[in-house]
């Protein structure tokens, strides 16, 4: 029995580059929506970043990035700067419900993907779009990335040391816009769906930095805290930190007076219940490098797994450090129903992919199909909006798709 999806029926343009907009069209598409992933003629940045393999026919390469954020989707190459490609996105937007674009204002402009010009075209059309700074305020027309906006969080300065700010490895800024820029989308769709309405979505790097910051903004504004970095060790509870371990590193969160107290408890001394500078979560925090030291000196003697077995019985959340590798193998990765293998050309196994962070019971997302080779479904999609054989190769000729 094939199980309809919340999208199902929606079409969606994606125009988007990198991380935020294509990561927006790839939860579209998982939930049943028809997504165009427009790119290049040959091929945009993100498709060969980070590679992974030679890919298919026509690829210099097949990048990590692009297997997962472009699965589900159809491929169309497409130059919107000539004139008959103006024809073609004028074509597109017309059958389309919503178009994605991460792209500065002057270029979504050119490309007459700016909304006014998509308006004209379509009334009721959604433009979702992702920007660095946003569309208001002095930073408007510049560029940026994910390492910028969580910089100017104040993230890197809390992560790090003292003496050293410590950007994140994983673009966490990108995939909490692109979550942000589908709740927008649906939520379009879901006024649309009322009043058959139309709207722009607008996120941004810096706003999602900022709400995923703003506790540490709130305290800063309100009590003039002036935190610097302390690495692994939290500043609000305590101990939060990682460990080593006879063989290998831990975490451990204690935040909270029952977790802290189970952790007193453990540790077998009064001292901690009874000094009144670990009295509550923030005192620990503030004298959290004693308690770090009181953990690490329990840890030293113990393996990884002992010691994880011991807090796990205790009620105290902690966990391995894993390298990626690790994290491959871990049997609740593996068994908890979040990874699927997909195959793609050209790459020497099928790409180990992560599932929607979100599971629905009655419609739920899936992946049915793998990223599209490079202008994979050119001819398919063309052929819906009316052109001919004869009119399509005419316009591969000038390089027009």
């Given at each position: 029995?094939?199980?309809?999806?919340?999208?199902?029926?929606?079409?969606?343009?994606?125009?988007?580059?990198?991380?935020?907009?294509?990561?927006?069209?790839?939860?579209?598409?998982?939930?049943?929506?028809?997504?165009?992933?427009?790119?290049?003629?040959?091929?945009?940045?993100?498709?060969?970043?980070?590679?992974?393999?030679?890919?298919?026919?026509?690829?210099?390469?097949?990048?990590?990035?692009?297997?997962?954020l472009n699965r589900n989707k159809r491929g169309l190459t497409l130059n919107p700067m000539k004139p008959e490609g103006r024809e073609i996105v004028k074509k597109l937007v017309a059958s389309a419900d919503v178009v994605i674009a991460n792209l500065p204002t002057d270029t979504l402009t050119a490309m007459g993907l700016d909304y006014d010009s998509l308006r004209e075209i379509k009334e009721d059309i959604i433009l979702t779009t992702v920007s660095a700074f946003s569309s208001v305020g002095p930073y408007s027309d510049r560029v940026g990335f994910d390492g910028v906006a969580a910089a100017m969080s104040g993230m890197m300065h809390l992560s790090g040391h003292e003496v050293e700010p410590m950007k994140a490895h994983t673009p966490w800024v990108d995939f909490g816009t692109a979550s942000a820029a589908t709740i927008g989308t649906l939520s379009a769709l879901l006024h649309h769906r009322a009043t058959g309405e139309g709207q722009r979505v607008e996120g941004s790097l810096l706003g999602t930095a900022l709400l995923f910051n703003n506790a540490a903004l709130i305290?800063?504004?309100?009590?003039?805290?002036?935190?610097?970095?302390?690495?692994?060790?939290?500043?609000?509870?305590?101990?939060?930190?990682?460990?080593?371990?006879?063989?290998?590193?831990?975490?451990?969160?204690?935040?909270?007076?029952?977790?802290?107290?189970?952790?007193?408890?453990?540790?077998?001394?009064?001292?901690?219940?009874?000094?009144?500078?670990?009295?509550?979560?923030?005192?620990r925090g503030d004298n959290g490098v004693e308690i770090s030291e009181r953990m690490q000196k329990w840890c030293e003697d113990k393996t990884r797994d002992e010691a994880i077995a011991?807090?796990?019985?205790?009620?105290?959340?902690?966990?391995?450090?894993?390298?990626?590798?690790?994290?491959?193998?871990?049997?609740?990765?593996?068994?908890?129903?979040?990874?699927?293998?997909?195959?793609?050309?050209?790459?020497?196994?099928?790409?180990?992919?992560?599932?929607?962070?979100?599971?629905?019971?009655?419609?739920?997302?899936d992946i049915r199909m793998r990223a599209p080779t490079l202008g994979e479904h050119t001819d398919e999609v063309m052929h819906e909006l009316g052109y001919d054989d004869a009119a399509i190769a005419e316009l591969r000729e000038k390089r027009v798709v």
């Amino acid at each position: 029995m094939t199980v309809s999806k919340v999208l199902d029926g929606v079409r969606v343009l994606d125009f988007g580059r990198y991380i935020a907009g294509p990561c927006c069209g790839m939860m579209l598409a998982d939930l049943g929506a028809d997504v165009i992933r427009i790119e290049k003629i040959d091929g945009s940045e993100d498709r060969f970043t980070s590679p992974v393999g030679e890919g298919g026919d026509g690829e210099e390469s097949v990048g990590s990035g692009y297997l997962h954020l472009n699965r589900n989707k159809r491929g169309l190459t497409l130059n919107p700067m000539k004139p008959e490609g103006r024809e073609i996105v004028k074509k597109l937007v017309a059958s389309a419900d919503v178009v994605i674009a991460n792209l500065p204002t002057d270029t979504l402009t050119a490309m007459g993907l700016d909304y006014d010009s998509l308006r004209e075209i379509k009334e009721d059309i959604i433009l979702t779009t992702v920007s660095a700074f946003s569309s208001v305020g002095p930073y408007s027309d510049r560029v940026g990335f994910d390492g910028v906006a969580a910089a100017m969080s104040g993230m890197m300065h809390l992560s790090g040391h003292e003496v050293e700010p410590m950007k994140a490895h994983t673009p966490w800024v990108d995939f909490g816009t692109a979550s942000a820029a589908t709740i927008g989308t649906l939520s379009a769709l879901l006024h649309h769906r009322a009043t058959g309405e139309g709207q722009r979505v607008e996120g941004s790097l810096l706003g999602t930095a900022l709400l995923f910051n703003n506790a540490a903004l709130i305290e800063q504004y309100m009590i003039q805290s002036d935190r610097v970095g302390s690495g692994n060790r939290g500043q609000t509870a305590g101990p939060v930190d990682a460990f080593k371990c006879k063989d290998d590193w831990i975490i451990v969160q204690a935040v909270g007076q029952p977790i802290y107290e189970r952790w007193a408890r453990l540790m077998g001394e009064d001292y901690w219940l009874e000094d009144p500078k670990f009295k509550d979560d923030l005192a620990r925090g503030d004298n959290g490098v004693e308690i770090s030291e009181r953990m690490q000196k329990w840890c030293e003697d113990k393996t990884r797994d002992e010691a994880i077995a011991i807090l796990s019985e205790a009620r105290i959340p902690t966990g391995h450090i894993y390298k990626p590798a690790d994290t491959l193998t871990d049997p609740q990765v593996l068994g908890g129903d979040f990874l699927q293998e997909v195959d793609y050309p050209g790459t020497p196994k099928p790409a180990l992919m992560s599932k929607l962070h979100v599971r629905l019971s009655k419609t739920p997302a899936d992946i049915r199909m793998r990223a599209p080779t490079l202008g994979e479904h050119t001819d398919e999609v063309m052929h819906e909006l009316g052109y001919d054989d004869a009119a399509i190769a005419e316009l591969r000729e000038k390089r027009v798709v």
